[in-house]
């Protein structure tokens, strides 16, 4: 362990909500659908004991998004999540929001991208309005009425997989509309994509040819066009589910070169349209906040090239920019954990348990809260 590194609290392996207070909200209707995020406050900030010298505190926010391929996944499953991250957002006493989002293919990619401008929109405006009301109801016999309040300024968004696509994705499109406001509107202070979901033009995900993802089988093309027949027939708008026999549609999707197919455009489209791909971005000149990005080695699911790729663009683009108005890139404000590990390795890692994350929550405290 480095000498400057401290001891840092983890939340429980199991039943690792047990230190939260959630509460869920509607943040978007979609054709009389909610799409629902929930707000996740450590308990102890409820606590009279611990409250009343502490009340009204501004808070980290850290935003994050859940995995499955874009096609499936909850915003509230309470083991599939980077321990370690929720952990280090307990430790310093964050707010976590963890969001839904239209997913494919009953939706397109661009209706994916829209719900994170719209939760970007009701993190601004409607966050710290919803805290207090929530809040205040926890402890509504005590005679405490906590005071919970957003730090705009201390800001992180990260997700595992396809919830790293979705935070690099946020980070980019947040980050440029706080440049156009001129500072009127908050900006993303750090981005912590962990194996995340990229270099989506490349033969892994556009090419068919054995693959062997997480040990599944290699699948028939009937199960594609067998679920899009199903899916014509009864399209309806799916944001939360869990993954089943969504996941071997992605799974199907990929081995056979077609896992673009789920995003709702023709191919020659889709591999055109800029904004879906994070590395088209970087190239015309976008900027990312301070990031860590974590990937196993062994990443049998997605694989770790892309990442190798991404972190490479970023460095050749210069395209980390701290909240300082001169956008210095610097080595140490990209952190690349590219560690020993199959997919969701980290799934169960805790925050004193191995370097790279006693390294990596350094580094993101010293980008995040400091």
Known sequence: MDGLSVLRDSIPNENRFSVFNITSHTYKVVQGHEILLDILVPKRLLDPKFGTENNGQKRPLLIRFHGGWLVGGLRNHELWNSRWLYSLAFHNNAIIISADHRLLPESTIDDLLEDLDDLWSWVISKLSDVLNTSSNTYFENSGFRPSLQVDYEKIMVGGESAGGYCAIQLALRANKLAAKSQGNLPQIRTVVPIYPMLDLKAPYWTEKYPKNIAGNPQYPFSVISNYFEAMEKNKQIVSSTPMGNRGVLAAACVQ???????????????????????????????????????????????????????????????????????????????????????????????????????????????????
Request: aromatic share 10%; with cysteine.
């Open 256 to 370: 056979h070169g077609c896992f673009l197919k789920l995003f709702g455009k023709d191919l020659d489209i889709l591999l055109g349209q800029n904004d879906i791909h994070p590395e088209d971005v970087i190239a015309s000149g976008a900027k990312l906040p301070p990031m860590l990005i974590v990937h196993g080695i062994q990443d049998t699911v997605v694989p770790v090239e892309g990442t190798d790729k991404f972190v490479e663009l970023v460095k050749k683009y210069k395209s980390i920019s701290t909240m300082d108005v001169k956008c210095i890139f610097s080595e140490t404000s990209l952190m690349y954990a590219r560690v020993p590990g199959d997919h969701e390795f980290d799934f169960v890692v805790g925050l004193n348990d191995c370097d790279w994350v006693i390294k990596g929550a350094d580094f993101l405290e010293k980008h995040w809260i400091q």
